[in-house]
């Protein structure tokens, strides 16, 4: 091979290589926007806030134990975000940091396992909040 198709051949290669990373990059990005697009699979009217209803507003309600005792007020999605007198107990996104679902899924002293002195939700129900907080506990 002579000299210069040698340097050619080198050139060559690192233009494939350029291309190549720039258009894997362009993958990539895409595939992050299209992740952020993707609709939320969970709604709060019609998944979330009927298993609350059924098994948290006798007591999360003015007049209620567990509004008396502790200020959350389960009647709205408003409510729910605000959290108790301490503060929040969702982090949106993140069900792992939130409270509520530690509470739920009986992580914490028997004393404050939710529904307060009842049975567990059901794997499924908990599951539905959770991946509701996942997509960033909307409104919807
Ligand atoms: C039988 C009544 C009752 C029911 C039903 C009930 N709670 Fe409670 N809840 C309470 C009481 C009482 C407290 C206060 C507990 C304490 O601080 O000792 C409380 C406290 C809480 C707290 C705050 C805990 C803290 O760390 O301060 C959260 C969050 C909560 N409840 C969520 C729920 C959810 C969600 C449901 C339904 C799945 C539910 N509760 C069902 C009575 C109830």
Redesign the pocket.
């Known amino acids: 091979m002579t000299r210069w198709l040698r340097g050619f051949t080198a050139v060559v290669a690192v233009l494939a290589a350029g291309t190549m990373s720039l258009s894997f990059d362009a993958v990539a990005q895409s595939g992050k926007s299209r992740q952020k697009q993707r609709p939320p699979t969970v709604s709060f009217k019609e998944d979330i806030f009927p298993?609350?209803k059924g098994?948290?507003?006798?007591?999360?309600q003015p007049g209620?134990?567990?509004f008396?005792?502790?200020g959350?007020d389960?009647r709205t999605h408003a409510g729910l975000m605000k959290?108790?007198k301490?503060g929040p107990?969702v982090v949106k996104g993140d069900p792992d940091g939130s409270?509520?679902m530690a509470?739920?899924d009986w992580r914490?002293k028997p004393?404050?396992r939710?529904?307060?002195?009842?049975k567990k939700?059901s794997t499924c129900d908990r599951d539905a909040i959770r991946h509701w907080i996942q997509e960033g506990a909307l409104d919807n």
């Open positions: 298993i609350l098994r948290c507003l006798d007591c999360h209620g134990a567990g008396d005792a502790s959350l389960l959290g108790t301490f107990m409270s509520l509470l739920l914490v004393e404050i939710m529904p307060h002195g009842m939700l």
